[in-house]
């Protein structure tokens, strides 16, 4: 069975420092894989989506930035994160077939202070 | 411009009270659209997926129904642990890989 691991679970972090979230999906190959930013009362805000190795299309500008090193990961980073930044982040992971639903990592609480 | 819009954003109901909750959607041509739950600080849970109109998924307590505008996620004789956000979401055609959600009906279920 296929499983999505994020890490760290939560994370504080100062105004300026840089970020690196890693996401890693087990049991399946050449998933769709996608970020997702959750802010408290709002729905889920698509960051990124990687449909393979180097692939990555970003969906709202930000000084945050993506990249699928392998098959099965995907690492969420920023050189100085913003108080903006603060949220539930999410990865998510979906198969290359027709159709397929996503699921959804455990996420990671991230703090900006 | 593709919307997903689901209320109410907040339902409290007594334990065996049955209700909906309403997923309304305005996309250029239906792919898919996906009922989730997700308990605080936690991921989303997948719970169904619906492809066209007059289209039924149940799972114990829960049914989603899809019509041409909206989905609406039934859940009867609801008890404490169905309490949770649902979310809902739709994958349009023209819009390939992405997924538009909505901000999520937030259920209590009181004892």
């Known amino acids: 069975s296929q499983t999505i691991h994020q890490w760290p679970a939560t994370l504080v972090q100062p105004v300026g420092s840089p970020l690196s979230l890693e996401c890693t999906v087990e049991?399946?190959?050449?998933?769709?894989l996608y970020w997702y930013r959750q802010a408290a009362g709002r729905g889920l805000q698509l960051l990124f989506y990687?449909?393979?190795?180097?692939?990555i299309s970003s969906e709202v500008p930000q000084n945050l930035s993506a990249s699928r090193p392998q098959d099965r990961q995907f690492i969420l980073s920023s050189k100085k994160l913003l108080l903006s930044d603060s949220g539930f982040y999410l990865c998510?992971?979906?198969?290359?077939?027709?159709?397929?639903?996503?699921?959804f990592g455990p996420g990671t609480r991230l703090t900006v202070l | 411009e593709d919307q997903v819009t689901q209320s109410p954003e907040a339902l409290r109901l007594q334990e065996g009270e049955s209700s909906s909750l309403n997923c309304s959607y305005t996309?250029?041509?239906?792919?898919?659209l996906f009922w989730y739950r997700q308990d605080p600080g936690k991921g989303p849970e997948f719970l169904f997926t619906?492809?066209?109109a007059g289209e039924e998924k149940e799972k114990e307590r829960l049914k989603a129904t899809l019509t041409k505008k909206e989905s609406f996620l039934h859940i009867t004789a609801p008890k404490p642990e169905d309490s949770a956000t649902y979310l809902c979401?739709?994958?349009?055609?023209?819009?390939?890989?992405?997924?538009?959600f909505g901000t999520g009906t937030s259920l209590t279920v009181i004892p």
């Open positions: 619906l492809y066209s």
């Open positions: 998510a992971w979906r198969g290359a077939g027709y159709n397929n639903e996503q699921f």
């Open positions: 979401a739709v994958q349009a055609w023209n819009t390939g890989n992405q997924f538009y």
């Open positions: 049991g399946t190959s050449n998933p769709n």
């Open positions: 990687s449909v393979g190795i180097g692939q």
């Open positions: 996309v250029s041509g239906l792919r898919g």
